[in-house]
């Protein structure tokens, strides 16, 4: 098992930036890719970035330019700058376990940006 707790988050106005946190525990050699994914009321969970063990990241095209995720070994942070309010949402941080197939969820983090 893998155990996922994340920290930051919170509310800030438009043009801001926060940063959000999350590190692994438990069978953390088992990890893949690690990221954070987010849901707004009443839309899907869509990426908002990822990155995998060799540091390569990936992004929600939506974020782009804005985000960066960064890497040490299983903990990863989220710099989010220039926020707008359609990135209100609760960001979930999530490791992939390839060897068996198995993804992992943390609770949640509420990121609020107001107009």
Do not use: H
Not at 3 to 18: H, P, R, Y
């Amino acid at each position: 098992q893998v155990q996922l707790v994340e920290s930051g988050g919170g509310e800030v106005q438009t043009g801001g930036s926060l940063i959000l946190s999350c590190a692994a525990s438990g069978n953390t050699l088992r990890i893949g890719d690690m990221g954070y994914y987010r849901q707004a009321p009443g839309k899907q969970r869509e990426l908002a970035a990822a990155i995998n063990r060799g540091g390569y990241a990936r992004y929600g095209d939506s974020v782009k330019g804005r985000f960066t995720i960064s890497r040490d070994n299983y903990k990863i942070s989220l710099q989010m700058n220039n926020l707008k309010p359609e990135d209100t949402a609760v960001y979930y941080c999530n490791a992939d376990s390839p060897s068996d197939n198995m993804n992992y969820w943390g609770e949640g983090t509420r990121v609020s940006v107001s107009s």
